[in-house]
């Protein structure tokens, strides 16, 4: 099994810069699906991915339709301040791919896209009064890592030593 972080029309280079980062420490492809607000030779972006970008399965999508043409009849889950599902109660250790698919900063996800498929959406607690959202970059994370936990964090090292290690 694999999860697969989406990125609906991102807009800021920095945060799909910075989930790229986790895709390559997951080993998660990165779904982009155009139209980009940014390219994606941009500087920002590549700093943001630090050297980790060439380390990243990027899959590029026209458009929403196309993407779910490619996903077929795989699981999707859509991640967004308007759900009632909590994304920590959803169980992720299915034996097979499983999608995440984060809304464009300035407007989310389509609302018809979202009532579609309003059984699949889900949500990170938060006080709505304080925040309109999450940071993206930091809201992919947070998701992709819980559904890794559940999973038992396969194929990742649970702990390295290093050259210099500051602990031994």
Known sequence: MTNHIVLFEPQIPANTGNIART???TNSPLHLIE???????????????LDYWNDVQVIYHQNLEAFMAYLGEKKLYLVSKFAEQTY???????DEDVFFIFGKETTGLPEEFM????????????????VRSLNLSNTACMIVYEALRQQGFPNLERSHTYETDKLK
């Open 88 to 94: 920590s109660d959803i169980d992720y250790t299915v």
């Open 35 to 49: 139209p980009l607000g940014f390219s994606t030779d941009d500087k920002h972006l590549k700093r943001a991915g």
């Open 23 to 25: 895709c390559a420490a």
């Open 115 to 130: 009532r579609a498929h309003a059984e699949d959406c889900i949500r990170i607690p938060m006080d709505d009064t304080h």
